[in-house]
């Protein structure tokens, strides 16, 4: 079974402290955004791709940006 995961922006500190509060407790899990950057910025090119897929399924930057929070499922393990 899936959860709920609630990711919230680092520029919204009260919105974390609220949702921590109205789902302590419930099937969901309120964290605060950990990406500093994004990945790979080098100027040249990498020889071989070694990953087939990118970790990251959904771009969550413009639900950040726009209300302060994003909502993903996260499967169970």
Do not use: C, N
Request: aromatic letters at 6%; proline letters at 4%.
């Amino acid at each position: 079974m899936a959860t709920l995961l609630f990711i919230v922006s680092r520029q919204a500190p009260g919105r974390y402290s609220y949702l921590k509060h109205v789902f302590a407790g419930e099937s969901g899990e309120v964290i605060v955004d950990r990406r500093a950057e994004e990945r790979r910025q080098r100027q040249s090119s990498a020889t071989t791709e070694r990953r087939h897929v990118d970790r990251r399924h959904r771009d969550i930057t413009p639900e950040l940006r726009s209300s302060g929070w994003a909502l993903v499922r996260h499967p169970a393990e």
